[in-house]
């Protein structure tokens, strides 16, 4: 069966410290693969696209890597402060060479960043 | 307005009844979708709309849902005979739809239904 997974435990670090969350999927093929931001009471807010040529992208503290090998996805917040505290979602396109223009959604990992 | 606006932010009702949710979505954005989103849990889709096209109506769960959208504007989503099960907060986004923009999706601040 098709699944997204993201770690449904909380991940709680340090300020400071880099903090790393992973999205795998199954029997998906994606073109590409997005990092969305979600605060309470808030809808998501995107963040990060990669495609699957690229191996990296980064954005200012922000760093996504995509193996499709693995079929895995990589989400890393360097000098992690505690404004970043939040949900954060993967999602990817079905891999059905848009068809479908969907987005496929993981259930989110929730980041805590202790002051 | 600048973003995806949806109404009412809050709705409570009783088992049995109708509910009506509403999504302004961004101006010039093509597609438009609509998620349910229960307590704790990852993102549902319900339905999708681009353009004239007939909508993707894979994700809506019984019959008593229904979703209508008036050309490239307004949406809303209808629920009826509410459900305990029913509660969660309803999310709608957008997005433009060609090549490079990836459907990028922007949402609103959803709707928070509690059927009592």
């Known amino acids: 069966s098709q699944k997204i997974e993201q770690n449904s435990e909380a991940l709680n670090i340090q300020e400071g410290k880099t903090a790393t969350l992973t999205c795998n999927y199954t029997?998906?093929?994606?073109?590409?693969l997005q990092w969305y931001r979600q605060d309470p009471g808030r809808g998501p807010v995107f963040l990060l696209l990669?495609?699957?040529?690229?191996k990296e992208k980064r954005k200012e503290r922000l760093k996504v890597t995509f193996d499709t090998t693995l079929k895995q996805s990589l989400f890393h917040i360097t000098a992690s402060q505690p404004a970043d505290s939040a949900t954060y979602l993967c999602?990817?396109?079905?891999?059905?060479?848009?068809?479908?223009?969907?987005?496929?959604f993981g259930t989110g990992t929730l980041l805590a960043v202790q002051p | 307005g600048a973003g995806v606006s949806q109404s009412p932010s809050n709705k409570v009702t009783e088992k049995g009844k109708d509910v009506e949710l509403r999504c302004d979505p961004i101006?010039?954005?093509?597609?438009l979708y609509w998620y349910r989103q229960r307590l704790g849990q990852g993102l549902e889709f319900l339905i999708y709309?681009?353009?004239?096209?007939?909508?993707?109506k894979s994700g809506l769960p019984s019959d008593r849902f229904s979703a209508e959208r008036t050309g490239e504007s307004v949406s809303t989503l209808t629920i009826q005979r509410t459900q305990q099960e029913d509660s969660a907060v309803y999310l709608c986004?957008?997005?433009?739809?060609?090549?490079?923009?990836?459907?990028?999706?922007?949402f609103g601040a959803g709707t928070r239904l509690s059927v009592l």
């Open positions: 990669i495609r699957e040529n690229e």
């Open positions: 101006s010039g954005h093509t597609a």
């Open positions: 709309f681009q353009g004239n096209s007939a909508p993707d």
């Open positions: 999602a990817l396109d079905p891999g059905d060479g848009g068809a479908t223009n969907k987005l496929i």
């Open positions: 029997n998906y093929s994606p073109a590409y």
């Open positions: 986004a957008s997005s433009l739809v060609f090549l490079s923009a990836k459907n990028i999706q922007y």
